[in-house]
């Protein structure tokens, strides 16, 4: 596995944090989500470094990454917007919303902008229904929110 500076402390953090585990077995969820906020996403090099320090099959590791939509195996963008499309938030016009954000991004669900500052990702329900419809961006959560409002937020964490 072959790294810059920055990888090779993320790995050494990450193998720290496997080693101090009282049982590694049965832990494959909780160093996935410490491996994805240290790398920001799980390449196939650090779910087979997962993999080796665990003592299980890479597609085991793979399995679970990909079942779960929390884990991805792609870089997101500094700014991951997601649009809840739950019940709640659908009929208040989250369809809309989330339309409005591709069209002034030029890209889809699930894409991130040429210059790695936005991603674009939909929920099934954040739990905060009386605020629909809802945007999160990264863990900032924007309720009652309308199409006028996406140039706002997109100034807001433009670089």
Excluded: W
Aim: glycine share 8%; charged share 25%; aromatic share 10%.
């Amino acid at each position: 596995m072959c790294c810059n500076n920055v990888e090779k402390e993320y790995l050494n953090e990450l193998d720290g944090f496997i080693n101090n585990l009282e049982e590694k077995k049965g832990s494959l969820i909780s160093v996935l989500h410490k491996a994805q906020n240290l790398f920001g996403y799980l390449s196939k090099d650090v779910q087979g470094f997962i993999a080796n320090k665990l003592d299980m099959p890479v597609s085991e590791v793979n399995g679970v990454v990909t079942f779960y939509s929390y884990f991805t195996e792609e870089p997101n963008g500094k700014y991951v917007i997601n649009v809840c499309l739950g019940t709640a938030c659908f009929v208040k016009g989250s369809g809309e919303i989330l339309e409005e954000f591709e069209r002034r991004l030029n890209i889809k669900v699930g894409e991130t902008t040429p210059d790695g500052i936005y991603t674009i990702q939909v929920l099934r329900c954040v739990g905060a229904c009386g605020l629909a419809p809802v945007v999160t961006v990264n863990d900032k959560v924007y309720g009652h929110f309308t199409k006028k409002m996406v140039d706002k937020i997109l100034d807001e964490y433009r670089e």
